[in-house]
């Protein structure tokens, strides 16, 4: 993890904490930008996490483990919640499971902080919306793009 990247996230999770009027300690607002800083640059694979948790207890996996699920999961509700939820799955089951995954890794302070911690992530998030543009020179072929808001500054 690069200084870089510890930045960018930290500023976003300031600015997550300005939009949501969440005020976190001092240690969930380090934990939060430290786990947004690694997964910038590292694939998050919110698939199965149910059954990575289930077979870290049965093998008594390490506590960092643990914690990187905790982490997977407390970025899966905030910014890919259609994908958690796409099979059947609810943000209350993947909330409660990253709460879980926190304690097994002897962390209930950040565990107990889990809602906190997404509502900052979430105020945090780029305002996306779908537009279309119609191309002058062939009026009936539109291309959908993301328009980012304001809020984006990263």
Known sequence: MTDTYLSAARDLVIQGMHES?????????????????????????????TLRLVELAQRRARWAESRQIGDACLISCAFFAARLTRHGGTIVHYAGLGQSAYEIAGMPDVAQGFPDMLDV?????????ERSLTYADEPQDETGILILGPKYRH
Do not use: F, G, W
Request: no cysteine; aromatic share 6%; hydrophobic share 45%.
């Open 121 to 129: 992530l979430q105020a945090s998030r780029p305002m996306v919306k």
């Open 21 to 49: 009027q969440v005020a976190l300690s001092a240690e969930l607002e380090y934990h939060l930008a430290t786990a947004l800083a690694h997964y910038i640059d590292h694939p998050i694979l919110p698939d199965r996490l």
